[in-house]
C-alpha cells in the first residue's frame, strides 16, 4: 500500500516528494545512508532481502531521483523474477557519461529490459526537469507518461498502474499535500514546520480497526482508502507476498488483526505487515535538498520512538541552475 506523491505547485520549491514505504516489518532493511563506493553520491535506503539490494527511493548529488511502488499483475510471480529495486539502483548509479533519463529509458524499454519482472511503476528524472512514469506494462518508449512537466501540479502514486483514479487514498494524498502547500504559503512557517505537516499527512490512517478474525475480502479495500497502514497481520499472511496486500486484492483471504503494540518476542512481527519507513525531499529552487527519513520500526520490527526514528541529510544539487 505505498504511496508516493510529487509536487511543483509550491514557488520557493523545484520538487516536493513525499512517500510511506509499507513492507513487511520484519524485512531486513537499511536507513537512507549514502552509499559505499563507487556510488557514494546516492542517497537512499536499501533492501538487504535480496543480493542485489535495490531502493524503493532515491536521489543523487547531480539531482537525479528516482521512486519505485510495485502492483499485483494476474497470475504467479516466480520467486527468481528480477529484483524491480535492482532498476532504481540503476538509473541512480549510472555513469555520468550515460547520464540522461530518456537514454535510460530506451534501454529498459526497449532492449528487453522489463523481460521477467512484476508488475511496478517507477517514477525518475532529474529534479528541476520533468520526470519519466514507466512501468512493465510501458510497450515503447514514444508511450513514457511525464510528470512535474509544469509549476503547478500535484501527483499521486499507489500500488496500481499509475492514472488509476480508483484509489481514495491517492486524490485524498493529492488534495492534502496541495492544501498543506496552501496553508505554508500562506502563514510562512518555517521547513521544519511544513515538514512535519508533510509528515502529518503521510500518517494520516483511517484504517477501521476490526477484530482479528474479520475476513480479508470484506476488510480489504479499506486498505485503498488510509495513506498510512497500521501494522497488519494475522493468520496466513505470512503466506502472502507484500505486493499482494499492497494491491488490496479481494482475493487473498488472510484474516487481520490489530498489532500495533509492541511485542514481547521478536518471532512475534513475523508476517506483520504495515507502513515502514516515511520519507520527506524538498529541493529549494536554489538546489537545496532537505532529505529526511523516518523509521517506525527498527531491525526486528519494533517500533521506533523519537528522537531515533529520523535520519536528515541536506546537500546541494552539483551544478545547479536557479529556477
Known amino acids: 500500500m505505498c504511496i508516493a506523491l510529487f509536487s511543483t505547485a509550491h514557488p520557493d520549491y523545484a520538487l516536493i516528494l513525499i512517500n510511506n514505504r509499507d513492507e513487511f516489518l520484519a524485512r531486513p532493511t537499511a536507513p537512507a545512508n549514502w552509499w559505499a563506493s563507487p556510488n557514494e553520491n546516492v542517497l537512499g535506503g536499501r533492501d538487504l532481502q535480496r543480493k542485489e539490494q535495490g531502493t524503493w527511493l532515491g536521489i543523487t548529488k547531480q539531482g537525479r531521483v528516482a521512486v519505485l511502488t510495485n502492483f499485483r499483475e494476474e497470475g504467479a510471480i516466480k520467486p527468481e523474477a528480477r529484483s524491480r529495486g535492482a532498476m532504481v539502483n540503476a538509473f541512480l548509479t549510472q555513469p555520468q557519461s550515460l547520464d540522461g533519463t530518456e537514454r ?30 514507466i512501468s512493465n506494462r510501458t510497450p515503447n518508449v514514444e508511450d513514457t507518461v511525464w510528470i512535474a512537466k509544469d509549476k503547478d501540479e500535484t501527483i499521486g502514486l499507489s500500488n496500481a498502474a499509475f492514472g ?11 488534495a492534502l499535500l496541495f492544501s498543506a502547500i496552501k496553508q505554508n504559503l500562506s502563514e510562512q512557517r ?12 503521510l500518517g494520516e490512517d483511517i484504517l477501521p480497526r476490526k477484530p482479528k478474525d474479520y475476513p480479508w475480502d470484506s476488510y480489504v479495500q479499506e486498505l485503498r482508502k488510509s495513506i498510512f497502514i497500521p501494522a497488519i497481520g494475522g493468520e496466513g499472511a505470512e503466506e502472502s507476498r507484500a505486493e499482494d496486500l499492497a494491491a488490496a ?75
Open 190 to 201: 518555517s521547513q521544519a514546520s511544513f515538514t512535519e505537516h508533510l509528515f502529518r499527512i
Open 249 to 323: 486484492k479481494n482475493d487473498q483471504h488472510v484474516n487481520v488483526q490489530n498489532v500495533t503494540k509492541a511485542a514481547e518476542q521478536e518471532h512475534e512481527f513475523d508476517g506483520v505487515y504495515g507502513t515502514q519507513k516515511q520519507t520527506v525531499v524538498l529541493v529549494d529552487r536554489r538546489g537545496r535538498v532537505n532529505f529526511v527519513e523516518r523509521t517506525l520500526y527498527d531491525a526486528t520490527g519494533k517500533a521506533t520512538v523519537a528522537p531515533d526514528r529520523d535520519r536528515a541529510f541536506q546537500f546541494d544539487i552539483e551544478g545547479w541552475k536557479n529556477q
Open 104 to 133: 535510460f529509458i530506451h534501454d529498459l524499454v526497449e532492449d528487453e529490459g522489463l523481460k521477467g519482472v512484476g508488475g511496478f511503476s517507477l517514477v525518475c528524472g532529474k529534479v528541476g526537469e520533468p520526470l519519466a512514469v
Open 164 to 174: 488509476n483514479r480508483s484509489w481514495p487514498k491517492v486524490v485524498r494524498g493529492e
